[in-house]
Every structure is written in C-alpha cells, then in structure tokens.
C-alpha cells in the first residue's frame, strides 16, 4: 500500500517537473522570437498562490541558481514590488522586462510610448478578465467583462459622467467635506487624531452614496436635511434597521475591510469556518447584498411611477435598463446581478480609490508645510479665505483650482502614491501583435501578460522633470512627494497643447485630459493613475472635482500639522525654542514618511498593516509648526 503511494506520488511530482520543464522551454522560445532582451525564472510570479509560498521557492532559487541568472531579475518577482522598488528594476533592465516562466509569458513595462499604443489598442491588447473574476462576487460590471460585452456596460454605465454631475459632485463634496472638519474639531482628542483614514473613507462614501444613488449620509451629530427622502432614510441610520444586523455604512467599510477574504475564499470555507474574519466578511456581504436588492426594487418602482431622481443617479440608469418598458437604450437589458454588479464597482471605484488620495494628499501637506502654505496662498486668491463655500461656482472656479497648487497637490499624490499599481493587459489568445519600441518593431506573442507599471512610468526619469533631492540626497527627486514640479516646463514643446484624440468609438464618459493645460503636461503613458485609452477609469473627472472641492474647503480655514503627542505635551512644546520645535516635527516628518514608504498595495495602496499616522487640525494662524517649518 504505500509502496504504491510512493509510486503514485512520484509519478504525479515527475509529471508536473516534465510539465513544467516543456513548459519553461516554450516560453523561453516565444520570448527569444521576439528579439527583446528576456529573463528567466522558475515560477509564474504574478501567481496568487506562487506569491504566498515565496518564502519556500524563492530561497530554493537562489540557492540552487548561479546568482547571475537571478540577481536583477528576482525585484520583479518579490511581494509589493511595483511600490517598493519604484524605477529600479527598469534602471537596471530595460523598460520593458520580458520573463519567460513554464506557465507564463509577460512582459512588464515603464515605457511611455509602448504604454499608450497598449491603451490606445483596446481590440489588440484587451484587458485579462480572468484576474478580475473575483470582482464578479455580486455579477458582471464594467471592469470583469471585455468585447461586446463590455461595451453595452460601458454604454449603459456612462450617461451619468457628464459636466453636469460634475457640478453636482463639486456641490456634494464641498457640503461632505464641511462636515468632516466640523466633526474633527468636535471629536479631536488632546488636539490630533487618528482617523484620517477611516474618515476620508467615510467622506468619500457619503458623497458617491449622494451623487450615485440619492442616498443622504451625514456624520454623527448631523441630521438629515429637510429634502431628504423618508424612504431613503434608513440607508442614512446609525442604527441597523429592522432586517439588519449592520448599518449600511457598516456594511459598505465591513465588505471594504474584508474584500481580500471574500474576494479570495471559496464560499464553502467563508460559509462554515467560525473564523471572526470570516464571520465578519460573511455578516458584511450578507447586509449589503440585502441592502441593495431593497435599494433595486426601490428604484425599480421609482421608474415604473416615472419619477425623476435628482443627482447622477447611476443605480437609476442601470435599473432603466431593464425596468423600463421601453427596455432601456437602444434595446440594452441588464439583469439584476449585473446591476447590483456594477453598484459594487462604482461604491469601489468612487470610494476607496478617491479616499486614499485625499488621506495620502493630507499626510504629504504636513510634512510639507511649504506646500501646504503656497496651497493655502492659491485658496485665499482663487476662492477667498472668508467666503462661504457653499457659494463656490463650479463653472467659473474648477479649472482656476485644477491650474493652481489644489491641482498640483492632487497631481502629484496620483504620481507618487497612485491607487493602482500595474494595469493589467495581454495579448489577444489567438493573434500575435506587433509594437514599437524605441523606433524599431517587435513581436509580442498570443497570449502575453502585459503590466503596464504604473508607479515606475511616473518615476521615469526620462520623462518626468527632476531636480536633486531635498530629502535623501539622491540626483533627482523623483521619488519624492514635489507638488511643485507641476508647475515646471513641459519636456515636449507639442505635449502642453496636445489634445487626447478621441477614439473612433464614442463609449461615453469625460474625454479631456486629466491634468490642467498650463500645467507641466506629461508625455503620452507616462501619467497613468487612471490608465489611458477607452478603458480609462469612467469616473476620473469626478474623482478630481472631488478632491480638489473637498481640499479646498478643509484648507480654506485650517492647517494640518503632524501630532507630535508621541514625544512631547502642548504644554512641553509652548516652552520650546523654534530650534526645539523644529527638531520635534522632524520627527514626526521622518516617521510619517517612513510609514508611507511602507505602503502595500492590497486592491489599491493603503498603510501597511493597519499603521496610522497621527494628524492635528489647527485654525489658520494657530499652527505650532507648518506656518514656518519648511522640511
């Protein structure tokens, strides 16, 4: 018996190293018919799986293998790469880094030129739906579907995203954004705290619950506004309602918290095993799933009555698609899960993306009080220091705000801190396609995994303008949070008039460029938070109009400094010397940025492991720090 175990065993580990080894040789050979320089490795390490037993095969591999065939390639393969070693591995490989695996071709990529013809060839280079089938938990969307398929979303998702909406969500955020200051000075414990994080979450939340979906969400301590709907009123609750164990709040941050579980384990454990982490992904999920079936129905009746909702309205339109008689446009249907598919990934898309900007954006402003000061200099002239800025005109203040250092700021947290790391792409299954690289053409085959890099692409010194470092020293400042590089010459003298040409397909959505025109204009793949193309992030205009508007308002009476309670009382620091405090908020400085250079991208980047940094708002002209300190 167990000798024929043994056999079987031995069997099955000599079928998977044949496997495995034929494997390897082909890819090895379709990555030498390209004629681009290529590396080897001895798994796939853009695998899940393979990442969660680096600690066995990668030591193996050193071990065992000459340290010439590995020793710059092996950066790519690590956990979190794309965040941690920046430019580097390209520094030393190529811009473009081809690795041969027995199960994978890829290629990843910090070339601007080769970056836009991928984006720019949406048929030809399609987007690998099979790494996103795990965003399909509540049905298909626009980001889990390709081809035809992903048209009919895209068209039927993107009537909300117009300059309309965008005035819309400008209003919204500029209301959200009052009330989160206001409940930091009611909450802030012993002058600072801890809740940035959790409290842009829930700043962005409340405003795509508004402009997407017509819920009202207020802080604690808020009511409801008078022209609230009663029947929506529940959805705004601090008390779960009658059906509920979670809030509906709860539930969005429950399903936030917990998305890696319940996007990775297989129902049956998430289900059964009394593990607290899966009880509470169970418990989130369950709620919100209830929640939005309730919502659909709701909205559902609204159409069939042909009531008119006000606001974006996105859960509207979708629900159109299918419940109105006509059958929405054009004959386009969409079933339930599909809905409720695509509520998901706007509550993602628009939540947590724009959240991390906003939370990174203040963290950077503290440590950088010089910025932080020009920021509040570019307020004061473009909206007024003691206007209200419930009287701000979209119209004629956005693109004043979006030229100013509010852009700046915004801009460069998207360069250095973007939310995504590596915009996933392949070549079609079936055709190979050719690509220029430097001039000069070249083959990619069916079939290659493409990581456009995005982080590396924003730190490509030959495209982006540098200058040596203030902070570490090193020859250029490319890895540092410099809002100001924004406003230096364009290193093309054709990119500070280029327009995005539009595709030949009009898909719907903002077609501008992201950044303002007199502003330093990045070259074509070279700026790529929101990835290019007609796969572009759909909601990006209103993401910047939401920063800039919810910025604007927090900075128009305030500062941010960093807490500096860790080593010292408000009392310790009145006595101090300037010298003194300078040396103390060094300290702070210093810690802050070493818990964002720790970063880790997990859906998008957030603190490594739950780290949170400290924050302290003072009114203007009470700071201890910012108003002098220049790091």
Not at 96 to 106: E, F, Q, R
Not at 146 to 152: D, L, Q, S, Y
Not at 158 to 170: D, G, H, P, Y
Not at 600 to 605: G, K, N, P, Q
Request: with cysteine; charged share 25%; glycine share 6%.
């Amino acid at each position: 018996m167990i000798s024929s175990i043994l056999l079987l065993t031995g069997a099955f580990v000599a079928w998977i190293a044949i496997r495995f080894g034929n494997g390897l040789r082909r890819n090895i050979a379709l990555a030498k018919s390209t004629g681009l320089p290529y590396q080897v490795v001895p798994i796939n390490p853009i695998n899940n799986v393979t990442q969660a037993f680096r600690f066995i095969w990668m030591p193996l591999w050193k071990t065992f293998v000459p340290k010439k065939y590995w020793e710059d390639v092996v950066a790519v393969c690590e956990w979190n790469w794309q965040f941690r070693k920046q430019f580097t591995p390209f520094a030393k490989m190529g811009e473009n880094i081809l690795i041969a695996s027995p199960t994978t071709l890829m290629m990843h990529t910090a070339n601007p030129e080769l970056i836009h013809e991928i984006t720019s060839r949406r048929e030809d280079f399609p987007k690998p739906t099979e790494h996103y089938k795990i965003l399909s938990m509540f049905g298909h969307n626009i980001v889990t579907t390709e081809g035809a398929v992903w048209r009919m979303h895209r068209k039927v998702t993107s009537a909300s995203f117009n300059e309309k909406n965008s005035a819309l969500v400008f209003k919204a955020s500029i209301d959200q954004a009052q009330g989160m200051t206001d409940y930091w000075v009611k909450s802030q414990k012993d002058g600072s705290f801890y809740t940035v994080e959790h409290d842009t979450m829930s700043l962005a939340l409340n405003i795509i619950s508004y402009v997407g979906f017509g819920l009202r969400l207020v802080w604690p301590g808020q009511p409801l506004p008078d022209d609230a709907d009663s029947k929506m009123a529940k959805y705004a609750s601090f008390e779960p309602p009658e059906g509920h164990t979670l809030t509906f709040s709860e539930s969005i941050g429950g399903i936030l918290k917990h998305l890696l579980p319940l996007l990775l384990t297989p129902s049956v454990v998430l289900n059964n095993v009394p593990l607290r982490v899966f009880q509470e992904a169970k418990e989130a999920r369950e709620n919100y799933e209830s929640y939005m079936q309730e919502f659909l129905q709701e909205k559902a009746q609204n159409i069939r009555r042909g009531e008119k909702e006000v606001g974006m309205d996105i859960m509207g339109s979708l629900v159109a698609t299918s419940y109105q008689e006509e059958g929405g446009k054009a004959g386009i249907k969409m079933n339930d899960s599909e809905i409720i598919g695509n509520a998901f990934i706007m509550f993602l898309a628009g939540h947590e993306t724009t959240a991390n900007v906003m939370h990174f954006s203040m963290l950077e402003l503290a440590n950088n009080p010089a910025a932080q000061r020009r920021l509040q200099q570019d307020i004061d002239t473009i909206l007024g220091r003691d206007t209200d800025p419930a009287t701000w005109n979209y119209e004629e203040k956005v693109g004043a705000m979006q030229a100013s250092m509010l852009g700046a700021v915004m801009n460069e947290t998207l360069r250095v801190l973007p939310p995504v790391m590596e915009v996933p792409k392949k070549t079609t299954p079936t055709k190979a396609q050719t690509v220029t690289i430097d001039g000069a053409k070249y083959t990619l085959p069916p079939n290659t995994y493409l990581g456009l890099c995005v982080s590396a692409s924003q730190r490509n010194p030959r495209c982006w303008p540098a200058r040596p470092s203030k902070i570490t020293g090193a020859p250029d400042d490319l890895n540092d949070w410099v809002p100001e590089r924004w406003f230096r010459p364009s290193l093309a003298a054709d990119e500070k008039q280029r327009a995005d040409l539009p595709e030949e397909e009009d898909f719907g959505g903002y077609a501008g460029p992201d950044t303002s025109a007199s502003m330093f204009r990045p070259v074509r793949g070279s700026y790529i938070p929101f990835s290019e193309g007609p796969r572009a992030c759909l909601g990006r205009r209103l993401a910047i109009v939401e920063v800039l508007a919810a910025l604007a308002v927090i900075f128009q009476k305030y500062s941010i400094e960093n807490a500096v309670d860790e080593w010292a009382s408000a009392e310790e620091v009145e006595r101090m010397s300037q010298s003194q405090r300078e040396g103390l908020y060094k300290k702070a400085v210093k810690k802050s940025r070493d818990v964002l250079a720790s970063c880790e991208s997990r859906v998008t980047l957030k603190l490594y492991n739950g780290e949170r940094v400290p924050l302290r708002l003072v009114k203007r002209g009470e700071e201890r720090f910012v108003s002098w300190y220049d790091s």
